[in-house]
């Protein structure tokens, strides 16, 4: 007893300070200054320079037998009997919980060790992200799981044709015939080399020469059969992108390519994991589903055509999310420009503001906002109590402001604006669906405010060209789609025509149009010269209205331009892309686009989209100044779009546009790096049989409690740290309580202890150990751990394919090497660690060995398998 009161002696150290604490009456004190003697290991010296409290530390109370050495299990299991005592002194102590939240600091002098590397190694590899406490039960995530798939299935077989049932249909090798000279390939075996040509050559065993392809690696020149170059080379990049690598694989050196290969694999499933929780994070916010009323079925026969059956499924899909399913929905409906968007809208809009609720459309131009609005009026003129307000910069700022307090009071029911209507004025009062028209030409900002409303209320996108990582998750299936891929019936393909710009041509394709009393766009890229376009059709055509549209237009004059043409008095619209997307004006056939290299591919779809949208021919004019000054990457993109001139190609113009812009537009930087390290084609290979395998790829957490730690090791803390610690038991207990809780609890309280500490004693460290490997353990699905004569044996539900990827998931080749599966145990065996930790002797040499070294190394073990865990779904 004496010695845990004895303090330590003064003189040996610098003061250490740690904050103040007030003692309970009952508690002991030692005075007003407490210090420790330099050698022990659980002073804080930097932190002594720093903190000037005068610290007062209680004592902890204890009978005269009480031993000078607590084991841990001691420790713990005193506590319920010493709560009272425990109560003396934890009123107004500090829980290592409730300390400052700094959590994310490294306790200074402790970086080196094996728990601060793990601490490091979990928030690199693991990110920010931290797991909470699991919500989601296995019955739950199958469900969602399943419903990926089949989206996913959906998703494929509608964009690119893929039979049902599989990944069928997909190749992405590369057809060697259409490689150019230099060009980069991956052969997935040797890796990353350059195109030569293709060339007959007499193998080793024939007399006849076969034609082979050439191709260069970094320590020479190889040649495969054609045949075998069909099946195993893939496109390093795709075709219009200038992406180098870093370097050529060598032939010579297949394991370095072997590395970079499972790297990119585990990336890759690392992306797909990622994806799916963000998803599932989104699937788990509620809200009450809404009612299905027969006024929904009155309002859909009010819709004046007979829906396409791509319509009817969209319908049906919107209005399962909104009555059936009780979270919000995020649903992209994806549809070619025409085909039909808007219904499913008006639908969705009708069936949440029957429940009392505000929907808001959000239009990229004050141009098609008018005509949502329009269009919207009209569909709902039938419900005089519905009110429709458009918020728009045509209005004074009274009539805004009278509108903004509408819209708070909730009397406004369906609100039509642009991206004005995100801005923090806007206060909504019960707003309970947005849909965004052509979210892809917002900027970062507005994307982020829109992603922002996703989590709370119902979101439904509608897109023509969608942005490639639209398509892309709506692809694999992590986001709601719907596609409309048919065209309402007696559409008529739109006539592109491209060609140099000739007044003539110009002339005579507007003849055309006028003669058969239809109306004419005709689009500029740029506001300069609209002019000079009108001086020579006002020449041209002298009885015909033409009149000039573009957004720096007074908003009257704008809106009043737009109106005539809409209704006919204006034959010939000369503009900007304002008139880009969306709009929908029957009698417009005809489309003149003046330097059509200055536009964007999914722009000139768009524009295209303009005309053709009833049942009449029309035409799109596409004029360039002159070949010549066109570049290759501008010349690429004409030709997609004159290529895709049929109905409802949308989908492969996205691609091509993607193709073309380059993949760093999909992904985030990380991913671009994975990309590169492996090529685009291979990564999508992977990508795609990670997202079919998503299933297979989980990994099902056991309760902590039930993880059996066979060692047989209670080291004893030394009493002086006992006695440092303010609250032993305490400490103890809530230890185990966060190792119970998840591994960022206990990281947590870990770096807490050693900021008020220091680094632990020896002891206290393999205490700590202990808790980390019943942690990692629970999270890995690792139901007991013992030793068994050369091998550590550790019990688990993972599957082969999880230990597979586990496996590759390792960055330590001597771990790779001494893990083995089987019958549902995960065995290390000896042999490597044997020489690291220089024992000699062979037999039984796992029960020889000190009981903390043993420790450490399944310490060391399951910090590599847990670098795993954010490549696998955990449940
Ligand atoms: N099933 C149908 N049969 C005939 N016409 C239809 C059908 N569905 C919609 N339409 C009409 O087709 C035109 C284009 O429809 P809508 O404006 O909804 O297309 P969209 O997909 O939104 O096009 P965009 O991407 O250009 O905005 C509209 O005039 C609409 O009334």
Not at 361 to 375: E, G, N
């Amino acid at each position: 007893m004496a010695s845990l009161r004895t303090p330590l002696s003064i003189s040996q150290t610098p003061l250490l300070h740690l904050p103040k604490f007030h003692c309970g009456n009952n508690t002991n004190t030692w005075g007003a200054c407490l210090n420790v003697p330099k050698k022990a290991c659980f002073t804080h010296k930097n932190k002594l320079k720093k903190k000037n409290n005068v610290v007062v530390i209680k004592n902890v109370i204890r009978s005269s037998s009480s031993p000078s050495k607590l084991s841990f299990e001691e420790l713990a299991s005193s506590s319920s009997s010493s709560s009272s005592s425990s109560s003396l002194y934890s009123s107004r102590a500090i829980s290592i919980s409730k300390l400052p939240a700094r959590t994310r600091e490294k306790a200074d002098n402790a970086d080196n060790d094996a728990i601060s590397l793990l601490h490091e190694r979990i928030r690199r590899e693991h990110g920010k992200r931290e797991l909470g406490p699991r919500t989601m039960d296995s019955e739950e995530a199958d469900k969602y799981i399943k419903l990926v798939k089949e989206q996913q299935q959906r998703g494929l077989q509608k964009l690119r044709g893929a039979t049902p049932g599989g990944g069928g249909g997909f190749s992405y090798k590369v057809d060697p015939y259409t490689l150019r000279s230099g060009d980069y390939v991956v052969h997935k075996k040797v890796g990353i080399g350059r195109f030569v040509s293709i060339k007959f050559d007499v193998s080793k065993d024939s007399s006849e020469p076969i034609e082979y392809v050439f191709i260069e690696y970094g320590d020479g020149m190889a040649k495969l059969p054609v045949k075998q170059a069909s099946r195993m080379l893939y496109r390093y990049s795709l075709p219009n992108e200038t992406k180098r690598p870093r370097s050529l694989s060598k032939l010579n050196d297949t394991a370095t390519w072997e590395k970079r290969r499972i790297k990119g694999k585990v990336a890759v499933q690392k992306m797909v994991v990622d994806l799916m929780e963000l998803y599932l994070h989104r699937l788990k916010q509620k809200r009450p589903p809404y009612p299905k009323t027969s006024a929904m079925a009155e309002f859909a026969s009010q819709f004046p055509f007979r829906p396409t059956p791509d319509q009817n499924q969209a319908f049906m899909d919107v209005e399962r999310d909104l009555t059936e399913r009780d979270n919000p929905m995020d649903r992209l409906i994806c549809g070619d420009v025409g085909f039909g968007k808007t219904e499913v809208a008006l639908r969705a809009i009708f069936c949440v503001i029957s429940a009392g609720k505000q929907a808001m459309i959000l239009a990229p131009t004050i141009v098609l906002a008018k005509q949502h609005y329009d269009v919207i009026s009209e569909r709902f003129s039938r419900y005089p109590h519905i009110e429709v307000g458009l918020l728009s910069r045509f209005q004074t700022k009274a009539e805004k402001e009278n509108y903004l307090q509408m819209i708070k009071h909730g009397h406004l029911d369906i609100i039509v604006g642009t991206h004005s209507l995100l801005g923090n004025r806007v206060v909504y009062g019960k707003l309970g669906l947005l849909v965004v028209d052509e979210e892809q030409r917002f900027g970062v900002k507005q994307k982020e405010k829109i992603a922002s409303f996703k989590t709370s209320i119902d979101v439904l996108t509608l897109s023509a060209t969608p942005i490639p990582r639209t398509l892309y998750l709506a692809l694999t299936g992590f986001r709601d789609a719907s596609l409309i891929s048919t065209p309402p019936p007696e559409r008529v393909p739109i006539r592109t025509h491209l060609s140099a710009f000739i007044k003539e041509k110009v002339k005579l394709a507007i003849k055309h149009e006028l003669d058969r009393d239809g109306q004419v766009f005709y689009v500029l890229p740029r506001i300069k010269g609209l002019e000079e376009v009108r001086e020579f059709l006002e020449e041209s055509f002298p009885n015909i209205d033409i009149a000039i549209a573009h957004g720096k237009q007074y908003s009257k004059q704008l809106e009043d331009t737009m109106e005539r043409f809409a209704q006919g008095e204006i034959k010939i619209l000369i503009c900007t892309n304002i008139v880009e997307s969306g709009l929908d004006i029957q009698n417009a056939n005809t489309i003149i686009v003046q330097d059509v290299q200055q536009f964007g591919l999914a722009q000139l779809y768009q524009l295209r989209g303009r005309v053709g949208r009833a049942d009449k021919e029309a035409h799109a004019y596409l004029f360039y100044p002159d070949k010549s000054m066109l570049t290759d990457q501008a010349l690429e993109r004409l030709a997609a779009l004159e290529e895709c001139c049929e109905l409802g190609q949308g989908f492969q113009l996205a691609e091509r546009d993607m193709a073309i812009r380059g993949f760093g537009n999909i992904f985030g930087e990380q991913q671009t790096g994975d990309v590169g390290n492996v090529g685009i084609d291979l990564f999508f290979e992977m990508l795609f049989e990670s997202l079919s395998k998503v299933d297979e790829h989980r990994i099902i957490s056991v309760p902590y409690q039930s993880v059996q730690l066979e060692l047989n090791i209670n080291p004893h803390l030394p009493s002086e740290y006992i006695n440092y610690l303010e609250n032993p038991i305490e400490i103890i207990n809530e230890a185990e309580r966060t190792a119970e809780e998840d591994i960022w609890s206990l990281m947590q309280f870990t770096e807490n202890l050693r900021r008020h500490y220091g680094k632990e004693p020896f002891s206290m460290e393999i205490l700590l150990k202990k808790l980390y490997v019943k942690r990692m353990s629970a999270d890995l699905g690792i139901t007991r751990i013992y030793a068994s004569r050369k091998m550590v044996v550790m019990e688990t539900n993972i599957n082969k394919k999880v230990f597979r990827l586990i496996i590759d998931s390792l960055s330590s080749d001597m771990y790779r090497n001494s893990l083995v599966f089987e019958d549902g145990q995960i065995k290390l065996t000896f042999t490597v660690e044997c020489r690291l930790i220089s024992f000699s002797s062979q037999a039984e040499l796992l029960l020889e060995l000190p009981r903390e070294q043993l420790l450490n190394w399944i310490f060391q073990c399951l910090a590599e398998l847990y670098a795993a865990l954010p490549a696998l779904i955990k449940y």
